[in-house]
């Protein structure tokens, strides 16, 4: 069980990156922000592959893979736009 939580970890953190590579524009945020919500969207990917059966939830797949980087992307948006309405003062 702990190997499962450390690979999902480590996933998160590379689909973090792969997000960061595939969002154009400024960054409002840190890296380490950044990898947080890469690993979010990881574990948002292995939630959607187990929902849909294509594995459990700790199961590397190509499915769990690509819905954990699209929500990674997304998550990016959410928090950028968020960070940068908050350094405005809205």
């Not at 919500?37 to 294509?54: D, K, P, R, W």
Request: proline share 1%; aromatic share 6%; charged share 15%.
């Amino acid at each position: 069980m702990i190997i499962d939580i450390i690979g999902v970890l480590i996933f998160g953190l590379v689909v973090g990156a792969i997000a960061r590579l595939l969002k154009p524009g400024k960054e409002a945020l840190g890296w380490g922000a950044t990898l947080g919500l890469g690993v979010l969207g990881s574990l948002v990917g292995g939630a959607v592959a187990s929902i849909l059966g294509t594995g459990n939830f700790f199961e590397l797949n190509i499915l769990g893979a690509g819905v954990a980087i699209v929500a990674a992307v997304v998550l990016l948006y959410l928090g950028e736009s968020r960070a940068e309405r908050r350094a405005i003062g809205r």
